[in-house]
């Protein structure tokens, strides 16, 4: 199913869907060329489509990072020209960060960014650099999905589009194991509200998960999840017993408590562990 790419996050979202991730995302020690080919389809295009973009050098600058630590960059001053010199500097970093895929400079890029928006508001940064970061992130999931999600709320249609394409993109990526996949969608559902995008949680859940780990799911979405994912996953769970959302019980607990119930009745298969942990 595709959702028409509109969410809405929360401004509090970043501190919250970084702890809640900790557990799931994977080590920054992997390289991002070996979760490169890990990954299916789209990401592993997103990779070669940024290359084959690559500005031809024009012009070269010194990119000043947080850290104080300064890294060569490249870029187009004609496709630039628009940009302030510091805007100019940090869409270079960004198409650096692309081209060495540096997820740790990466980082830097994207607090830098925040950095900015927190002090002089989110016009602040031109809505082609937001954008240039949002394909950045996309190259790095589900590692980067803190930052990723930091977009989702952007007064920028399109940068709201090519962030939802990422996150819709990975919410299907068929080399994350469903218990990593539950770990990402119950984070999100602390903050997603948006009935399209909570369309492609449910379909995640219900087409990319082993029955134990679906009921688990669900019930840790009814315990923390926002008041549209819940009531979202409430319509899903009712789809699973083949019942009436009105059917369902009013107090959570008895819902979860039914969910173990059909669990019982529903055990995963003896091949199920061996496919959803890394589905080919």
């Known amino acids: ?45 997103t990779r070669r489509i940024a290359e084959a973009r690559a500005p031809a050098a024009k012009d070269a600058s010194r990119i000043e990072t947080n850290g104080g630590a300064r890294e060569s960059a490249e ?77 989702l709320d952007d007064p920028d249609p399109e940068v709201v589009d090519a962030a939802f394409d990422q996150l819709d993109t990975l919410l299907n990526d068929t080399t994350v194991g469903d218990n990593e996949l539950s ?21 995640a859940i219900d087409s990319n998960m082993r029955n134990s780990v679906k009921v688990r799911t669900y019930c840790q979405i009814l315990d923390t999840g926002t008041k549209a994912a819940v009531a979202h996953m409430k319509e899903a769970i009712a789809d699973l017993m083949e019942v009436e959302v009105s059917e369902l019980p009013a107090n959570t607990k008895s819902i979860k408590n039914q969910l173990r119930e059909w669990l019982e009745e529903n055990p995963d298969g003896e091949d199920d562990a061996d496919f959803y942990k890394r589905i080919d």
């Open 75 to 151: 870029f187009d001053d004609e496709e630039y020209a628009d940009l302030s010199p510091e805007m100019q500097r940090l869409m270079a970093a960004l198409q650096q960060c692309l081209d060495d895929e540096d997820r740790k400079s990466l980082s830097r890029a994207c607090g830098q960014i925040a950095k900015i928006q927190r002090e002089r508001g989110r016009e602040a940064i031109p809505a082609s650099v937001r954008a240039k970061a949002v394909e950045a992130i996309g190259l790095f999931l589900p590692d980067s999905l803190a930052e990723l999600v930091d977009f």
């Open 1 to 45: 199913m595709k959702a028409s790419k509109r969410l809405i996050a929360s401004v509090a979202l970043p501190a919250v869907l970084a702890a809640a991730y900790m557990a799931v995302s994977r080590s920054e020690g992997d390289s991002p060329a070996a979760q490169s080919e890990k990954s299916s389809g789209p990401r592993g295009d």
């Open 183 to 203: 770990g990402m969608l119950v984070a999100l559902s602390k903050v997603i509200t948006n009935e399209d995008s909570l369309d492609s949680m449910a379909m």
